[in-house]
């Protein structure tokens, strides 16, 4: 019974892409209209069940398919208690910042009982990326793929695949997240780590448990796959394999790369990676799984997620061949990863990366504390960048600017630390961080070097930061401190990966550039959705250029209000 949904489940999906793709053969862009129905519903894993927040029921949610320049309308209506955004992670919002999705920054939330239409263009771009709920904990359920596929007529810059396969990592509590993160606040400690992991909603089997089997992916041998691998994790960084197959990756965060073999991808909370996957054994059933990387001294959920690849004309009793994964702290695995990647650079794909720079920030990020009353130790822990703990506004920011709202906000954020320290040395004795609601503003088409600083502040960690409506791109990283005088001189200003969401090694930094040419307000934060809640973000605020096309358009007429 078990098997015979998760093949269903395959099928579905096979049928889903096939079908979706039918729509799909206009030479001109089209107008697509998704509606998310935001629902509860009872969910059953670990031998336990809970009532979850979902997009039309499903968990993981629906996949939106369209192409390259196609405009989307989703229309989001809320059936919950809770208030709701829905963010299209890695669009850019080339102008249409008000569907960016940000609660209380871009947006006001979507009340229960109200909805709003998010409308954007996906202007030149084609991949893998992802839509999530973008305020408390929500996207913990709340979250799905988005597929762009390349205009008709424009082949992949790589060995067009037979078939493909939407890949969603996460992870699952038996308990409801938000009381578990509402707990975290009120004692000021950490919050519990997951109970799980999924593949596609999936824990597979455990022992004593009457839940399904676990998602299964049937393959034909000699046949080709293209594995769309989106982590949609909350806290954890993942290492993904597939037992008795090499990985070629071809794409990351929607942008191509030059393709390199690997046997085990990394990724972290908000990164998509593509990869292809040749069925190259004649039957067989192969583990695929997924387990955390931490290679500093933080809990973490130890529970491997497990799906299976199954070759037709196996016959059932066949043993599954097994995948040795990585161990937890295997830094040496994620640093191969990371350094392997670099943009295509062709002549269809160029890497346009910033030569002059006009802004040259250095950001620190890390852990603080402050004070708290009522908290078990009489202190609460916080997260900062260049010691700034950022203060949610009451009303958008996107709003308190294009409306010229006093008050709500500063554009005051440092472009250095406040005090220069030995980041990733001994620990300071002073952990307390300010607070407020600032912004870093620059000018439109103005370019960033922004140098992100991991400290040793509580402990050194590895941050996946995310910016909103850009792609940078990664030009250096490095251990220990940044060095400006050495570092620089070795940066690659040819060929970097260019992505959205990039990983500040533990106890060590990460630079990136990118090119301001996107009027509005964008949101940066740390992806691990526990640094988010204590307060490691902040925003860009981005002048309008000359003339309408270089300006940031009018809210639309639904838009929430707070």
Known sequence: MAAAAATAFGIRTMLLLAICMLPLSSVEAMVRHYKFNVVMKNATKLCSTKPIVTVNGKFPGPTIYAREDDTLLVKVVNH???????????????????????????????????AYVYKFTLTGQRGTLWWHA???WLRATV????????????PYPFPKPNREQVIILSEWWKSDTEAIINEALKSGLA????????????????????????LTVKVKAGESYLLRII???????????????KLTVVEVDATYIKPFNTNTIVIAPGQTTNVLLKA???????LLAASPFMDAPIPVDNRTAIATLHYQGTLASTVTTVASLPPTNATAVSTAFTESLRSLNSKEYPARVPLKIDHNLLFTVGLGIAPCATCINGTRLVADINNVTFVMPKISLLQAKFFNIKGVFTDDFPANPPALFNFTGSQVTNLRTTKGTRVYRVGYNSTVQLVLQDTGMITPENHPIHLHGFNFFVVGKGKGNFNPNKDTKKFNLVDPVERNTVGVPSGGWVAIRFRADNPGVWFMHCHLEIHTTWGLKMAFVVDNGKGPNESLLPPPSDLPKC
């Open 280 to 286: 190259n054994h004649k039957t067989g059933n192969f």
């Open 231 to 245: 982590n949609g994790a909350l806290n954890e960084e993942l290492f993904f394999k597939v037992a008795g197959h």
């Open 134 to 136: 973008h305020i408390l």
């Open 191 to 214: 919050p519990n780590v997951s109970d799980a992991h999924t593949i596609n909603g999936n824990v597979g089997p455990i022992q004593g448990c009457s839940s399904k089997a676990g």
């Open 80 to 114: 919950v208690k809770y208030n709701l955004t829905i963010h299209w992670h890695g669009v850019k919002q080339l102008r249409t910042g008000w569907a960016d999705g940000p609660a209380y920054i871009t947006q006001c939330p979507i009340e229960p009982g109200q």
């Open 143 to 154: 979250h799905g793929a988005l597929v762009i596929l390349p205009k008709l007529g424009v």
